[in-house]
């Protein structure tokens, strides 16, 4: 048994030929003078219900190796911390993996039944039991004493992928300090997820089950992480169209981050502040951009145009907006596929990896620490003064603080009572709705102003908008926002 910590990298592109990715790492000084081994890989994974726990038998050269693998936390997309069990297998591969399952006492629970599954699952999945074929190239590489293992894999369904481990806690600056260097000087990215074939499809949030009995640090990762898979899942469907969904939800993404560092602003230390921050604050200024060009040019302006007795007047305006838009978006697409942005994932990883590994002197209960939480941020949004006499800008807060606190539930839902997470979160995104709409109109008009192609009555048709807009949507916010009732916990807690 060994334990590893693991950086996974996929290529940008899944044409990229293995002569040239070998090409581009071996001009990387850490690679230079370790010459490869290659080989062909067989892979065919056996199921199992135990939960982290992962099964293959992998064939090289006719000889069979049972390989189990615990992932000893939720996994960072792109980043890991795992424990590896291998041995032989014969020719019968359930006396085998008997024999593995008792090989270990660690082993002999999530193994229990590993034989008897083989044959069940070859006739319900045929095509997972024949397995893949790999090609793997693998350097040993030495960076001051630290031994690391960096493996190319070719499967014919993925993406190149790059995986770099190393077997101890220590060798973390190596393994990161290698990783970086890769980025700069090779076409490659921290890879989203387990999946080697990337979806176009693009990623929501997920929903996160954070057990009570967690710590505050661990449930900080366990956020975190989620937010990572939202953000480098979209990153990566993007990069075959970046459509406006994409764009939404890398926005969303950015936003539920912000969130949880302002709930976890006590663990947000100076390299986060000096390093991530800075670069974090440029890309999410382009999305901001770009999403509201898709809303102004997509959304605002055809409801104009639809509620406006001669909607042919708006087509020139449409068109010029729509001109902004796409150059909003070309320099999103440029920046996502930026080694700036690659440096901005990998950073953000390595915070978190080495967050995750440190331990507290008092660990602060998660139930606890969201308690407080939820109910400092309800009581800020639940004493705001009547929102139809609230100024503009102040509802525009308001707005702010709903979102925020929707993400907090979201973030801390596996606490709360069902009835919060079935009506607050409810209510949270109808009150964003409704006050959303007027500060769209509002933006709007401030926007048509700037705009040379604009005409006198389309401003002020645009101001009236807002104007109407922002009365009859805080009447809806306020009937909403005095609907909400105080987040509860669970009645076991």
């Not at 099964?55 to 996994?75: C, I, K, M, S």
């Not at 509201?292 to 406006?308: C, I, M, Q, R």
């Not at 009555?457 to 609907?483: K, M």
């Amino acid at each position: 048994m060994t334990i590893w910590i693991e950086i996974a990298l996929r290529a940008v592109q899944r044409e990229e030929g293995r002569a040239t990715l070998i090409a581009a790492l071996e001009r990387i000084a850490a690679f230079a003078g370790h010459p490869p081994t290659r080989g062909l890989l067989h892979v065919r994974e056996i199921p199992l219900k135990a939960p982290d726990w992962r099964l293959t038998v992998e064939t090289q050269d006719g000889a069979r190796t049972l390989r189990a693998v615990l992932t000893e936390q939720p996994p960072v997309p792109g980043f890991a911390r795992y424990r590896s069990f291998a041995r032989p297998a014969g020719d019968d591969l359930a006396a085998s993996l008997r024999e593995f399952a008792e090989a270990e006492a660690g082993l002999r629970v999530p193994l229990a039944k590993a034989h008897r599954v083989i044959g069940f699952a070859a006739q319900a999945a045929p095509a997972a039991a024949d397995g893949r074929e790999i090609e793997r190239i693998a350097w040993r590489i030495d960076i001051e004493g630290v031994f690391l293992r960096a493996l190319l894999e070719t499967a014919a369904d993925g993406h190149p992928e790059l995986r770099l481990a190393a077997p101890v806690d220590g060798s973390l600056d190596a393994l990161f300090s290698l990783a970086g260097a890769v980025i700069d000087a090779t076409p490659f990215v921290i890879a989203s997820g387990a999946a080697s074939a990337p979806s176009a499809d693009p990623v929501c949030a997920t929903s996160l089950d954070v057990p009570p009995s967690a710590t505050r640090r661990a449930a900080f990762v366990a956020m975190a992480t989620s937010v990572a898979g939202q953000w480098f899942g979209n990153e990566a469907a993007a990069r075959d169209g970046l459509g406006d969904e994409h764009v939404h939800q890398l926005r969303v993404a950015q936003r539920r981050l912000k969130t949880l560092l302002k709930l976890f602003r006590d663990d947000i230390d100076e390299t986060w502040h000096t390093h991530i921050a800075p670069e974090l604050a440029w890309f999410g200024g382009l999305l901001a951009d770009a999403r509201d060009w898709d809303v102004f040019a997509g959304t605002t302006l055809p409801a104009y145009a639809a509620s406006d007795d001669d909607a042919t007047r708006w087509q020139a305006l449409i068109a010029a907006a729509e001109a902004r838009r796409q150059d909003a978006r070309v320099r999103l697409r440029e920046a996502l596929a930026s080694k700036r942005h690659a440096r901005l994932a990998l950073a953000f990883i390595e915070w978190l990896a080495r967050f995750a590994v440190q331990e507290d002197a008092a660990p602060t209960s998660f139930v606890a620490f969201g308690a407080r939480r939820i109910h400092k941020d309800y009581r800020r949004i639940a004493s705001v003064p009547d929102l139809v006499r609230l100024p503009a800008q102040e509802r525009h807060r308001v707005r702010i603080q709903a979102k925020r606190l929707r993400y907090a539930l979201e973030f801390f839902r596996s606490i709360l009572s069902s009835r919060t997470r079935k009506h607050a979160g409810a209510l949270l995104a109808q009150l964003q709705s409704a006050l959303g709409e007027a500060n769209d109109a509002a933006v709007a008009a401030d926007r048509l102003v700037a705009l040379p192609e604009a005409t006198d009555y389309q401003r002020g048709f645009a101001r009236a908008w807002s104007a109407a807009t922002a009365r009859t949507d805080a009447q809806e916010g306020e009937r909403v926002l005095r609907a909400l009732r105080r987040p509860r916990l669970k009645a076991s807690l």
